[in-house]
């Protein structure tokens, strides 16, 4: 085997290890580890036409190409040195780029753009980082897999360790995991552990269990989940033609994806991709925001708290990427705020009304948007991305909660009939007359 180029370094105190070694976090202090890769000599117009002659959204992909990946895609800039046999790949990434009319009027953002991670095979951006951290476990030889999450990620993960044939572990908060999620982890066929406890709990379990049986850990503090998700980033700037938007807003819960947003836009400018960063804007749900608690000290200090909202996949109260998301907000002179469950719930059904749709914690991207326009952070002309993390079904629970609640301002309520035409003629009559829809 050749020497290998990339290593693992400690966030906190330095200390290196080889890119191989199965240890997800720093043996000497704890601290997160980041990985660091030797980047292309390729740089600006050279490396945006090799990732252009891959494909990019659209195109229809080679089977037998893991450049077809919107991830492995951009291997140079992820892992460059993983063998093609490792790679275990279902072509996610591959997300639209969406403009929707009547979310950017309610956000007022006129320049607003959606960057539907939904879309990805088990339904969130997960699957990106999922697909590096599942090669790196074939790679090394990981007899198993485990992680804590809120859902998505043991989705994902059940997933590609499926694909894999390898098994996986996981840790979910009891009663508090949105039914798809649920579900998805069961089906992909994951030893799945209903803590009685609450995510952080979870991860704490995770931590301590993965070391002591020596399973590989694919939670996001995992540097190659990190390093996955970076292309959520370089995806859509691919998209804007290489031309970078004004801002990125997206959902911060562990911010594991607010690091992977600063890495991407980092190795962006050092590679020539782009010449001028956007800014981040990390939005967290009102119960479940020591970040933006922290960001209003202006980082003086880490804060926690008991994590309370609507949106699961953003219930964390204390984020194990902390110091990670400081450096991405700083770096790109970004911005992290809270909204409230009610701007969550009407930021949805504005999202899922236009046909888009997605699950709670990602409408907190669009409700955050429109509350940097109000304050006027965000400018008028600014183009803006937002990132919708998940699919609408992966919450039904909710979906079905708020639309037989017609206190709701966007309740659409549905109506039982007897199985009569009349009943049926009776209730079009009403809902087709010009005054008559809901
Ligand atoms: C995981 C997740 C988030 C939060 O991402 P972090 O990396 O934990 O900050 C937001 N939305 C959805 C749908 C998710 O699955
Ligand atoms: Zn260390």
Request: proline fraction near 5%; glycine fraction near 10%.
């Amino acid at each position: 085997m050749t020497a290998s180029r990339n290593l693992l370094r400690c966030e906190s105190c330095g200390t290196e290890l080889d890119e191989l070694d199965p240890r997800t976090s720093c043996p000497k202090c704890g601290g997160l580890l980041s990985l660091e890769i030797e980047l292309p000599s390729e740089r600006g117009a050279a490396l945006r036409a090799l990732f252009d002659a891959r494909g990019s959204v659209g195109t229809i992909p080679e089977s037998s190409d893991i450049g077809a990946s919107g991830v492995w895609r951009f291997r140079e800039l992820v892992l460059p040195q993983i063998p093609d046999k490792n790679v275990v790949t279902q072509w996610e990434g591959n997300t639209p780029l969406l403009q929707r009319e009547a979310v950017a009027r309610w956000a007022n953002v006129p320049e607003l753009m959606l960057k539907h991670e939904g879309h990805n095979p088990t339904g969130s951006f997960k699957d990106r980082g999922m697909t590096v951290a599942v090669s790196q476990a074939v790679r090394i030889g990981a007899s198993a897999v485990s992680c804590a999450s809120t859902g998505n990620t043991s989705a994902s993960l059940a997933a590609y360790a499926a694909l894999a044939g390898i098994p996986a572990i996981v840790l979910v908060p009891a009663g508090q995991v949105a039914l798809g999620k649920l579900a998805q982890t069961l089906a992909y066929g994951a030893r799945t552990l209903l803590v009685r406890g609450d995510f952080d709990d979870c991860l704490r379990l995770a931590r301590e269990s993965s070391e002591r049986l020596g399973v590989y850990l694919a939670n996001s503090i995992n540097p190659f989940r990190i390093a996955g998700q970076t292309t959520i980033v370089l995806e859509l700037l691919q998209q804007l033609g290489w031309r970078a938007p004004d801002w990125i807003v997206l959902p911060a819960g562990n911010l594991g994806n607010t690091a992977a947003f600063g890495a991407a836009l980092r190795i962006a400018r050092a590679t020539g991709l782009i010449d001028s960063s956007p800014r981040l804007a990390a939005v967290q749900a009102e119960g479940a925001a020591p970040f933006a608690r922290s960001f209003r000290s202006g980082f003086a200090e880490r804060k926690s708290v008991r994590a309370e909202t609507v949106a699961t996949a953003i219930k964390i109260g204390d984020p194990a990427s902390y110091e990670r998301g400081v450096r991405a907000i700083r770096e790109t002179n970004g911005v992290v705020l809270d909204v409230s469950d009610a701007e969550i719930l009407e930021a949805k059904a504005v999202i899922d009304a236009s046909g888009v749709g997605c699950e709670p914690a990602s409408a907190a991207s669009v409700a955050g948007a429109r509350r940097l326009s109000k304050d006027g952070t965000i400018s008028r002309g600014d183009r803006v991305v937002a990132v919708l993390t998940g699919h609408i079904l992966k919450d039904p629970g909710i979906l079905l909660d708020y639309h037989k609640d017609a206190s709701r301002s966007m309740a659409n309520t549905p109506i039982e009939i007897d199985a009569e035409i009349s009943a049926v003629e009776g209730v079009l009559k009403h809902a087709l007359s010009p005054s008559g829809s809901r």
